[in-house]
């Protein structure tokens, strides 16, 4: 790994968080409202909901291997996520015409947009996660990345919360305040680069370790590291259970609950505020306990997510709830991040991350569909606990790989000690 002075590292970490504030601020405007704005605007269906969720998956499993391969060619990395970055944030400015298109289904066209958007956006995060892992030392990613989180979380509530209130104030089926947020989205995504071009990077001296193209070999290099290999067990049990449920949560929310502009951006600010209050929290006990330990805690935590929402259709009650929620999801978003980080070695970083990358699109653009199968083939009710019970499975498993590879290290010391 390149040297960092602790003056450079301190100025990345500085710009890394007014990146993040400008990205989650772009990010905010779309993710919260586009379904209010697909299913109230351009009236989609349960179908065009769920595509919404697991299209994007799709593209990125299209996108992470052309990625890999050109990230692994290149000296430095900061230019090529800064493109793939705006081309990505390109296609909110798109999404502003998306109303005035009379000759086909406009709740077609976006999902085929927000489909094409992850591409870019695909390659743009396996990058900058490859970026960041150069640049942030791993004595330094516990502390720092529960700080950025914890920043850019406040950031993110105070516009989610306020962009509800604004678009309360118009009738759901007007378009015009969704496109002015998609311009906003946009231009605060080319803060978003610029910030990004601003990171201090250094240029590797030699050429750069090239992942070997060979698939049967890449195949033997990842399971011959047993952690990692046992981490992706995991994480792909946690996120079938996961990510199936997040079609089914916009649907209860303004379906069944029939949740307002506004109390979606409650919905996300109660989620928000304590994930805000936690996300120190989980870094300290991560440092004491280790990862895979806190993050049995966290995704059981998360189990308890879909079964608990459908108990009522009460607006408070709902927003009660995500304020539960969100202690887990600080915890669990941070903790898988730091976690691959962790048990990906540093030569061949970016296929790890890639593989790890193309495996959860896979399963972001099954889940969804499973998700909203069930929920048509039996109810809301079925579809959510087998959500939360997949997830206590994925959560149970985090545990028994923690002990697993602890009791392994554990013996591999004591051999060292008998054979000196």
């Known amino acids: ?108 066209v976006l999902v085929v947009l927000i489909a094409l958007m992850n591409f870019p956006n695909a390659i743009a995060t396996l990058s900058w996660q490859s ?24 950031v993110g509530m105070i516009i989610t919360f306020v962009t509800g209130i604004l678009l309360n104030m118009y009738p759901k089926e007007v378009a015009g305040p969704y496109q002015i947020l998609f311009m906003i989205a ?11 071009l601003k990171h201090i990077e250094k240029k590797r001296n030699t050429n750069p370790v090239r992942d070997k ?44 609950a029939k949740a307002t502009a506004f109390w979606i951006s409650l919905f996300t600010v109660a989620n928000q505020i304590s994930q805000i209050i936690s996300y120190k929290w989980w870094g300290k006990f991560a440092d004491r306990w280790g990862n895979s330990l806190m993050l049995f805690i966290a995704a059981v935590g998360m189990a308890t997510a879909p079964f608990l929402t459908v108990l009522s259709t009460n607006l408070y009650y709902l927003t009660i709830i995500n304020l539960w929620t969100g202690v887990f999801v600080a915890g669990t978003v941070m903790l898988l991040f730091n976690q691959l980080l962790k048990v990906s070695p540093e030569q061949n970083r970016t296929t790890f991350l890639a593989n790890y990358n193309i495996i959860l699109g896979a399963i972001g ?14 109810s809301m009710n079925i579809a959510m ?10 959560a149970v498993s985090f545990l028994f790989a923690a002990f697993y590879f602890e009791n392994i290290l554990k013996n591999r010391f004591k051999k060292v000690q008998v054979e000196s």
């Open 1 to 108: 790994m390149l040297e960092y002075t602790s003056h450079i590292i301190n100025k990345n970490e500085k710009l890394s968080i007014w990146n993040g504030a400008a990205s989650i601020i772009s990010n905010s405007f779309i993710s919260g409202f586009v379904p209010l704005f697909a299913i109230g605007v351009l009236q989609a269906t349960n179908q065009q909901i769920a595509l919404i969720s697991s299209l994007p998956q799709l593209m990125s499993i299209i996108g992470m291997i052309p990625g890999a391969m050109w990230i692994n060619r290149l000296e430095t990395k900061k230019q090529f996520t800064a493109i793939n970055v705006f081309a990505a944030r390109f296609f909110l400015f798109l999404m502003v015409f998306v109303p005035f298109i009379t000759f086909m289904n406009q709740a077609w």
């Open 131 to 154: 970026l960041i892992a150069d640049i942030i030392p791993d004595h330094r990613r516990g502390q720092f990345f529960s700080e950025r989180n914890r920043i850019l979380t406040i």
């Open 186 to 196: 946009f231009l605060f995504g080319t803060l978003e680069v610029a910030f990004l």
């Open 213 to 256: 193209t060979d698939v049967r070999k890449i195949v033997k290099m990842l399971i011959r590291n047993k952690p990692y290999v046992a981490y992706i067990g995991c994480a792909v049990i946690f996120n079938i259970g996961w990510q199936m449920a997040w079609p089914l949560f916009t649907i209860f929310q303004i379906n069944d």
């Open 365 to 378: 653009f099954i889940a969804p569909q499973i998700g909203v199968l069930l929920l048509e083939l039996y």
């Open 385 to 394: 606990t087998i959500s939360s019970i997949i997830r206590f499975l994925g």
